[in-house]
């Protein structure tokens, strides 16, 4: 059995969404393989459906082209993201998006088993829905959606929150957000929260019994 899992998470650190979708790939217990999306470069779909039609993958050649085969061939496939703008990311959109290389004529994707993992600040709900709607186009079984709601918003990395009055940690907390100290424990850790570190096992579980 082989797993495969993708991660929408920030570059240049390991966030929730990516420890989330590694813990869930890791703890199926199946051979597995993760990938961090954002460190590829690569576009949405472009059109040219007379490249997948009869192959039936993708065939836009860049970075991500490789892994639309390893989708067909994987027995199930995770697929993290977090909440940009109250919906999901346009990176995990356009990688989505590139299943319409699957969906000629039959779907070989149909009924495979999809975990989906969902992290924001704060609501998620219209992400979750945006992310299994579209995955819903590809007919595939979305057998569990597991989700973390951190509380951290980008205010924390970006360095500027004592002089911003547009963030969401403004939005928050008002003024006080500009006397605030970034401390490394207010970067809340789905490990640490119970119900985040159940769904994982849940979803992992699922997984282990395919
Ligand atoms: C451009 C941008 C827009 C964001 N919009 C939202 C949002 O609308 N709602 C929300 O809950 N979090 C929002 N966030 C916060 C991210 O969801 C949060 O930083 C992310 O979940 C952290 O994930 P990680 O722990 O996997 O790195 C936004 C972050 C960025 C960079």
Redesign the pocket.
């Given at each position: 059995m082989k797993v495969i899992g993708f991660s929408a998470?920030?570059v240049g650190?390991e966030?929730?969404?990516?420890r989330m979708v590694k813990a869930i790939l890791e703890k199926s217990g199946h051979e597995m393989e993760f990938v961090k999306l954002t460190d590829l470069s690569f576009s949405g779909c472009k059109g040219c459906v007379q490249l997948c039609a009869k192959p039936q993958v993708c065939k836009l050649d860049d970075e991500v082209q490789p892994y639309y085969d390893k989708i067909k061939e994987a027995d199930a496939v995770v697929i993290g993201t977090?909440?940009?703008?109250?919906t999901v990311t346009s990176t995990v959109w356009a990688f989505v998006e590139r299943f319409f290389g699957y969906r000629h004529v039959d779907i070989p994707i149909e009924n495979k088993p999809f975990v989906t993992v969902v992290?924001?600040?704060?609501?998620?709900d219209n992400a979750v829905k945006q992310m299994n709607d579209l995955l819903g186009s590809f007919n595939v079984n979305v057998i569990d959606t597991v989700t973390f709601?951190?509380k951290?918003?980008?205010c924390f990395k970006c360095g500027r929150h004592k002089e911003c009055e547009i963030g969401?940690l403004y939005k928050m907390l008002g003024d006080a957000a500009k006397e605030m100290t970034i401390k490394k424990e207010m970067f809340t850790r789905w490990e640490d929260n119970s119900a985040a570190a159940a769904a994982v096992d849940g979803a992992a579980e699922k997984l282990r019994a395919i």
């Open positions: 998470g920030s650190r966030g929730n969404v990516d977090p909440v940009y703008f109250g992290g924001g600040a704060m609501a998620l709601a951190s951290v918003p980008p969401g």
